[in-house]
């Protein structure tokens, strides 16, 4: 059995936590707010993110990084995007040994487009790590507390990272892949969540599930359409990390991105909305980082613009739905078999 440190103690980290102390290791829980970790220790909860749900005593919490990380085989990412970079150089400055590194972190940063395996790279120091994990899929913090069936994938350049993620992690409740595919298993995590946002705003707007089916399936087009032109594996956004966590996300009472689609469609503002969700809500900052990367590379994503607009622009969401449904004709499937082509095409001449 393993020590492990897990940096966040929101809803994910939490969850994530309680895995890997039913497979027996050591966890160390590390929040920022020594209040909370004072809170967790006392009560063996963690109310204001996991309401309900009781985190066994064995799962200690604590504000103190270095206590955390000693001895530590596994270092667990689980924190929003936006803080990903800070606490990778508190980690730096502190981590003196070798270990894996995994996150479960879903978003892209808006000011540079980076990946957060991206991120981590430019902040951690390289000599304390092989590759880099992602642990990503169909994942509520809600229903894996409570041991509900659940599937991800760990992704990494490394097989043997990954395996070692795969090997902490996997148990009868928590089945997990590995994936090679780390850009792929991390832009479908991220961009879902814009989707999400969309379908919460279609539910709100009272809108059925036939909106809803065609959101995800013309969502996962355009999550493609990108992700292939960024040189990822098509055929990762029909696994767990693509349509999988998309269909999850987008039909879940539990969906942070969901709910806040939701409350928007029924005429909050977005700092309202914001505020009132106390939890991340990353499709907000993905949202940004997508509709200005598509423009960048050319790509054509009508969806995750309407959405862009809504958030930051005060597009009406009802306008947005007419102006979607009125686009050009159009074939559905020949972009797709273009994508397979090319992305097959390159695979087989460069031998992969
Ligand atoms: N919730 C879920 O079911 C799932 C979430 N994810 C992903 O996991 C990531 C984390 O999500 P989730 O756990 O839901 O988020 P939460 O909002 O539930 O929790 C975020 C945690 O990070 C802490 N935090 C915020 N900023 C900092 C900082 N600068 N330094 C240190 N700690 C900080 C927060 O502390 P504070 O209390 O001070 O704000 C809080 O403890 C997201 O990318 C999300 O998309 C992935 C799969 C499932
Ligand atoms: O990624 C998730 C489930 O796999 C969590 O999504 P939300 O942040 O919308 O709750």
Redesign the pocket.
């Known amino acids: 059995m393993e020590k492990i440190a897990v940096?966040?103690?929101?809803?994910?980290?939490?969850?994530l936590a309680m895995v890997l102390n039913d497979n027996g290791h050591e966890v160390r829980l590390w929040?920022?707010?020594a209040e909370?970790a004072e809170e967790i220790n006392r009560t063996h909860q963690n109310k204001?993110?996991l309401k309900d749900v009781v985190i066994p005593e064995a799962i200690h919490a604590t504000s103190d990084l270095v206590a955390a990380l000693k001895e530590v085989s596994a270092v667990v990412f689980?924190?929003?995007?936006?803080?990903i970079r800070?606490?990778c150089q508190q980690v730096k400055a502190v981590l003196d040994h070798h270990v894996t590194i995994i996150h479960?972190?879903?978003?892209i940063e808006p000011e540079t487009f980076k990946r957060v395996s991206e991120m981590m790279e430019e902040e951690l120091d390289a000599a304390c790590y092989d590759e880099i994990v992602v642990l990503?899929g169909p994942?509520?913090?809600?229903e894996?507390s409570v041991k509900q069936p659940t599937t991800v994938s760990a992704s990494s350049k490394s097989i043997a990272s990954a395996e070692h993620a795969q090997q902490l992690f996997m148990n009868d409740r928590f089945r997990v892949y590995t994936n090679k595919d780390v850009l792929g298993v991390e832009l479908g995590?991220s961009l879902k969540?814009i989707i999400a946002l969309g379908a919460g705003i279609s539910d709100g707007l009272g809108y059925g599930d036939n909106a809803k089916a065609a959101l995800v399936t013309r969502g996962l087009a355009e999550i493609a359409r990108l992700g292939t032109a960024m040189g990822a594996d098509p055929l990762t956004f029909i696994g767990l990390t693509g349509i999988g966590d998309l269909i999850v996300t987008c039909t879940s009472v539990?969906s942070?991105n969901w709910r806040a689609g939701n409350l928007l469609a029924k005429g909050n503002s977005l700092d309202d909305v914001l505020e009132q969700m106390g939890?991340?809500v990353?499709g907000v900052r993905t949202a940004q980082a997508a509709y200005h990367l598509a423009k960048v590379k050319g790509i054509d994503m009508p969806i995750t613009a309407g959405i862009y607009q809504i958030l930051f622009e005060n597009a009406d969401a009802q306008a947005m739905v007419d102006q979607l449904m009125t686009r050009t004709k159009r074939p559905e499937t020949d972009e797709i078999h273009e994508m397979l082509k090319a992305h097959y095409l390159k695979a087989y001449l460069t031998n992969e």
Do not use: D, F, I, Q
Not at 7 to 15: E, I, M, N, P, R
Not at 104 to 107: N, R, V
Not at 139 to 142: D, G, I
């Open positions: 940096l966040g103690a929101g809803s994910w980290g939490t969850a929040t920022h707010v909370h204001a993110y689980v924190l929003p995007t936006k803080a800070p606490v479960g972190t879903k978003g990503s994942s509520h913090a809600e894996v995590g969540n539990h942070r939890m991340v990353e």
